[in-house]
């Protein structure tokens, strides 16, 4: 499938002739050098810290991110949280109104937004009863327009991972994109598909500092995948889409990867009190397999129990509406302390 594959072909018309925009950062790329006077941007002279723009392609964060997983700093783009990546991923691949992708519900909301905002078709096709991709079906749905399929893995909100076997399949077989969406990797045992990006050429990971980083509200999502993939989402990326101090707060974080490990080691372990004491509510009749920060479960009635945990000043998640999912509750692990009040509130319940 290596020699079939040219993402040539996957590049849609207009962003192959487009010519990308051109900052002034862009046109002179060595802006640290401390004793040159920058009067090309506009920008107010005044230092504050933030006055600069902010360097377009975040090369020290980058540089830190290549390091720690084993890649180049060509086979990393940055985005205003994964959201831009993957809206990105669109404008990049699909042509509105013509190509389609696939999705597999229940997952992650983002997708069929993104692929309705771009007038791309979304072809739905449900995940199993226990929640892995049906490869037939897939494979059935799959036609010459068809551009991406995106995994999540773990999956939002089912918490667990799909098997290896059916990425790879998906991965050997499906000639567009394969996007695996690692959000909750860092809460699983499995291993990131980062280091397949130079094995498989229509691979493409994304991952985030939302969840495990504990910086949802920097906003700043990752992808992983060939130099090739890579230069096409930056030419079409805005220019300075990620801002100074997200670059500054990601690298202070990413400077301390021990503190990192310690909140998550202890987000799994809480997860595992949690799992123990649900196995004990009664009206849990279902606990999910979790490999991520957050536990679904099948209640008797998920409205009702919603509403008693909000009254009681605990929010959570009512997936009821999804695919698969009547009358399931998503619980996302907090702190040892606010763990405790949701097992005392849940034992409280009838
Ligand atoms: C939370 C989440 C994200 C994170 O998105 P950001 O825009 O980076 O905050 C991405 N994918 C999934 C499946 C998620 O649940």
Redesign the pocket.
Known sequence: MENKFNINNLVRENVKTMKPYSSARDEFENFDTADMIFLDANENPFENGVNRYPDPQQVTVKSVLAQQNGVDKNQILL????????DLLFRAFCEPKKDNVITLPP??G?YGVLANLNAIENREILLSEDFQPQLEVIMKAVDKNTKMIFL?SP??PTGNSFSEESVQYLLDNFNGLVVI?E??IDFSDKASWIQKINTYPNLII?Q????AYGL?GI???ICYASAAIIGVLNKIKPPYNVNELTQQRALDRLANPIKIKEEINSIIEQREQLLKVLNEVNFVSKIYPTEANFILIKVDNANQRYDELIAKGIVIRNRTRQPLCENTLRLTIGTEEENKKLMAALKTLN
């Open positions: 985005g205003n949280g994964s959201d831009e990546v993957l997952t992650y983002m999540c999956n939002n969406d959000a909750y994304t985030t500092l939302s969840k949802a906003r700043l999502g």
